[in-house]
């Protein structure tokens, strides 16, 4: 069976209050990071950067070879909940690793060009027992940000996504399934005004619990 990501964000007032909660529900600290992503878009023709990410990102902690990386998402929902799916299996998919030189050189090539970054600092990761992953980042233009993400079966991720939610007492208005990048782009003024309106949302399905998504859901993000 494959497997998605599921996932939301929210601001994080006080960082270290997050980090105490996750060691009482006994989360596993599993990586500390930090990162820079150039984000591209197309030298020609529209991009949706609510949907799709293309990236080239520079790890600085720890080092690792640099990575061309793609995105495709879309919104599902919990109720009022919206939050981020993987389109593709795994989430990000990784269509290249090498030399700095040699990933821009792809992009090129690809027809992109760079676009804005997304800085991202002082960076930890925890894992639940349940298998939600918990992060908390420091991210250049908009401060500390959390994220919660789960992978598997659809409905069964949100489930337990929603649950760390509610333990960790994150404000359900805080809450948003946008793509980072998006985030730091409308902090920016990067996005035009079509930009921002994006393709209309798909029809509603019956099931509102999880399998069905509206399009794109723009409540709940971190105020500017």
């Known amino acids: 069976m494959d497997r998605f990501e599921i996932e939301v964000r929210f601001p994080v007032p006080d960082p270290q209050a997050l980090a105490l909660q996750a060691g009482q529900l006994g989360a596993v600290t599993v990586l500390r990071y930090a990162f820079t992503d150039q984000i591209y878009r197309p030298r020609v023709g529209p991009w949706d950067l609510f949907t799709r990410t ?19 998402v879309e919104v599902v929902h919990k109720g009022s909940l919206g939050l981020k799916r993987s389109v593709f299996p795994g ?3 990784r269509l290249y690793a090498g030399s700095r030189e040699a990933c821009e050189r792809l992009l090129e090539e690809l ?4 676009w804005f970054e997304v800085a991202k600092s002082g960076g930890t990761k925890w894992s639940f027992r349940n298998g939600v992953g918990l992060a908390l ?13 789960a992978e598997g079966a659809v409905d069964e991720a949100i489930e337990r996504v ?6 960790l007492a994150v404000p359900p208005e805080s809450v948003t399934p946008l793509p980072l990048p998006v985030l730091v782009a409308r902090a920016r003024g990067l996005l035009l005004p079509h930009e921002e309106s994006g393709p209309p949302p798909s029809n509603p399905t019956p099931n509102s619990g999880g399998g069905g998504h509206e399009g794109r859901d723009t409540g709940g993000a971190p105020a500017q």
């Open 54 to 72: 293309l990236r080239l990102r520079a790890h600085r902690e720890p080092e690792e070879a640099w990575e061309v990386l793609f995105s495709r």
């Open 91 to 93: 989430g990000k998919v």
């Open 111 to 114: 027809g992109f060009v760079p």
């Open 137 to 149: 980042e420091h991210v250049e233009g908009l401060g500390w940000m959390g994220e919660l993400e």
């Open 162 to 167: 929603h649950g760390l939610l509610e333990r």
